[in-house]
């Protein structure tokens, strides 16, 4: 029964070959929940055509459902044109198990007579899977890279395999070097199920499509290289230390002759380094001569002018003291009419004499002169 099953899924692929012309044939198997992406080469001829990617869960091209066209998204699918490499890629996120059939890579031509580029069945099983971790991989030239393709325990004992797209060339467990990319190591680690695939001394000719390989099952890997970064050295306590040693040991294998001349070269730079140094010393101490004269300067005119503002002070004080001591005086100028009569008074007034002499107000006397007299 086995028997006929196999022959009958032999047969059907080799149907699906003949009748979509596709340029190859491909099982993908992984587990729910996860993301693939998928790579699809075109001729030259097809590049100013539409690309698309689309599903029949029977295998049959002429009834297939178109997923997404290229550089759209439709759901969980997005297709990207890359026209300058004849390739566009397929991304299906979130995987399910009713996603499980068959797909293409097609190239729309014209109704009825569209071309297939790549045929897949597409398996989502959570114990029957080939993966990877990352999609996309990115390195510097010169560098590393690894990649880690996760595999069902069943596979333990299949043969696994990193292989490059643009030639189909396949490197199988274990380490391989080649002269024109970078060498390769894969290994196996059986008790967790994955394989890790290590590529060092990176070229630009390394980038572009690889996939991770087990029988039919093959899961993609983009790697994209940049540029190599400048180096950045630093050097620790240690390393200084043996540079040291290294140098000392390096001059003690020198001649006399080319030592004596560093000893000379080193001293005539000591010798410049001490004459610098003197011309220097003469150029401080002038400016701090400068300075300090500049100091004094300002110090002798403060203290004249505070001398000038005590003098000042002074003055004013002995000013104020002196006024202290004036005292006012009224003296009266009396005209020859008012003396006249005080003489009269004076003379007719007698000791007991009855008669009294009013004298004129004081109002009336002719103006009031001011003196004032100092007292010592």
């Known amino acids: 029964m086995r028997f006929y099953s196999l022959i009958s899924s032999l047969i059907l692929s080799v149907f699906l070959l003949f009748i979509s012309g596709a340029e190859s044939f491909r099982w993908v198997t992984l ?48 297709v990207t044109d890359y026209p300058d490499q004849n390739l566009f890629t397929v991304t299906m996120r979130n995987l399910k198990t009713e996603d499980s059939g068959w797909y293409w890579c097609a190239v729309e031509i014209r109704q009825r007579t569209d071309v297939t580029v790549e045929a897949f069945q597409i398996t989502v099983k959570s114990d029957h899977f080939l993966s990877v971790v990352e999609s996309s991989v990115e390195g510097q030239e010169g560098g590393v890279v690894r990649i880690q393709c996760l595999y069902s325990a069943k596979y333990q004992s299949e043969q696994k395999q990193w292989c490059r797209s643009k030639d189909q060339w ?27 695939v290590e590529m060092s001394g990176l070229k630009k000719s390394d980038a572009g499509w690889y996939g991770c390989r087990i029988k039919d099952l093959q899961a993609s890997v983009y790697l994209s290289i940049s540029d190599a970064a400048s180096e950045v050295t630093t050097i620790s306590g240690a390393e200084r230390t043996s540079i040291s040693e290294t140098t000392q040991g390096m001059i003690s294998r020198y001649d006399h002759k080319q ?40 110090a002798c005119i403060w203290r004249k002018k505070q001398n000038g503002n005590r003098v000042d002070s002074a003055a004013v004080q002995r000013s104020s ?21 005080e003489r009269d008074v004076n003379n007719s007034f007698s000791p007991g004499s009855p008669t009294n002499k009013t004298l004129s107000p004081a109002g009336e006397d002719d103006g009031v002169i001011y003196s004032s007299v100092v007292h010592q």
């Open 170 to 196: 396949c490197y199988k467990v274990g380490r391989t070097d080649t002269s024109h990319n970078s060498a390769v190591q894969i290994s196996d680690d059986k008790k967790n199920s994955s394989f890790s």
């Open 321 to 341: 003291t002196a006024d202290d001591f004036v005292t006012y005086s009224t003296v009266k100028a009396l005209s020859s009419a008012t003396m006249d009569r």
């Open 259 to 298: 030592f004596s001349k560093a000893v000379t070269e080193d001293k005539t730079s000591a010798e410049d380094i001490g004459g610098n140094g003197i011309k220097i010393w003469i150029i401080v101490t002038v400016g701090l001569g400068l300075l300090i004269f500049l100091v004094c300067m300002v």
């Open 31 to 78: 587990p729910p929940g996860k993301n693939v992406i998928i790579p699809c080469k075109y001729k030259d001829a097809n590049i100013q055509h539409k690309k698309y990617w689309c599903y029949h869960s029977g295998g049959e091209f002429r009834y297939c459902k178109i997923q997404a066209y290229a550089n759209k998204t439709a759901g969980r699918v997005t």
